[in-house]
Nanobody, 121 residues
Framework: QVDLVESGGGLVQAGGSLSLSCVAS????????MAWYRQAPGKQRELVAT???????KYGDSVKGQFTISRDNAKNTVYLQMNNLQPEDTAVYSC???????????????WGQGTQVTVSS
């Protein structure tokens, strides 16, 4: 019932920037935390950043370069601004949202489809 649609991935040279976005829609009463994860080929999925509904952000230890997570509650959207990208940042980036559904008070987690970020040297 909840759909997360991501956009903004692509190919960029080392040192470049990309901005990712993820829009949630569906039977949403409230979105609590939102997050970005990434997974490189053959590697374990790792946390990139999380952000609370009030805007408090935390970042994963392995994140390189200048990454900033933000959100717009009115638009049910989470963003990830990625600056100074490096080849090791190459991965599929997926968003996650902790959603209180409209028909009950259960908090469920939903995932986006993922968007490919490729950084060339």
């Amino acid at each position: 019932q909840v759909d997360l649609v991501e956009s903004g991935g692509g190919l960029v040279q080392a040192g470049g920037s990309l901005s990712l976005s993820c829009v949630a829609s569906g039977d949403i009463f409230r979105i609590n935390s939102m997050a970005w994860y990434r997974q490189a080929p053959g590697k374990q999925r790792e946390l990139v950043a999380t952000i609370t509904r009030s805007g408090r952000a935390k970042y994963g230890d392995s994140v390189k370069g200048q990454f900033t997570i933000s959100r717009d509650n009115a638009k049910n959207t989470v963003y990830l601004q990625m600056n100074n990208l490096q080849p090791e940042d190459t991965a599929v980036y997926s968003c996650n949202a902790a959603v209180v559904l409209g028909y009950d008070d259960y908090e469920a987690h939903f995932w986006g489809q993922g968007t490919q970020v490729t950084v060339s040297s």
